[in-house]
């Protein structure tokens, strides 16, 4: 069936460096995508979201890109700090009652 | 947690028992969620609500129960409670924009 996939299961970085972590998705007809983070012990928390009439919507210190063409989703975390290492989740909106498809997450973690 | 409580927020069982789970929330919200999340995977949907006494099953629902007789409550219900069904719960919630906001969670052990 169609899913949402996750390039890298882990991910390290340098503090004070960006960060980019990638997800594919597969179902053409999902117009809504978003991204979480989960820090252990916690329950998901929504970072940032973006519909599909649209290409690039930025937050505090995060973009999130949609390439609809190749179908690829990534969030880009500028000037990576300690308190972002957590699971990071991508999440495509299927069917009419707002259900997401969750990706199966990547672990981030920022080195000092 | 956006106004969302969960209870117990850990439950120890045995095979073979009855579970309730228990989601409330003060927003007001016309959906809620209810997911599990197991190690190596994401969050995968149970049971879903799009108003009271409305619900519908998701990706994983065999051995799960849900009702919803208030706006603001969500329960779900292991009938004969399974060593597989040992898990951390989730309950989520969203109105139209399709974002959802999350509970603590329950971790769940089943003996």
């Known amino acids: 069936g169609e899913s949402v996939g996750l390039h890298l299961p882990t991910l390290s970085v340098q503090e004070g460096d960006n960060s980019i972590i990638n997800c594919a998705y597969s179902n053409s007809a999902s117009d809504y995508f978003i991204w979480y983070k989960q820090e252990s012990g916690k329950g998901p928390q929504f970072i940032i979201d973006i519909r599909s009439n649209m290409d690039k919507r930025q937050g505090q210190r995060v973009t999130v890109l949609l390439n609809k063409t190749v179908k690829h989703l990534s969030l880009q975390i500028a000037a990576t700090q300690p308190g972002d290492s957590a699971v990071y989740f991508c999440a495509e909106n299927q069917g009419s009652a707002r259900q997401l498809t969750f990706g199966s997450g990547t672990q981030l973690t920022v080195l000092p | 947690d956006a106004g969302i409580t969960q209870s117990p927020r850990h439950k120890v069982t045995e095979t073979g028992t009855p579970v309730t789970l228990r989601c409330h929330q003060t927003e007001n919200h016309r959906y809620m969620y209810w997911y599990r999340q197991d190690p190596g995977h994401g969050l995968r949907l149970i049971h879903y609500?799009?108003?009271?006494?409305?619900?519908d099953k998701g990706e994983v629902s065999d051995g799960y129960s849900v009702s919803r007789s208030k706006t603001e409550d969500f329960l779900l219900t292991l009938e004969s409670a399974t060593s597989s069904q040992t898990s951390v719960y989730f309950c989520?919630?969203?109105?139209?924009?399709?974002?959802?906001?999350f509970g603590p969670g329950t971790r769940l052990t089943v003996l």
């Open positions: 609500s799009y108003g009271v006494k409305d619900t």
């Open positions: 989520a919630i969203s109105e139209t924009t399709g974002e959802q906001f």
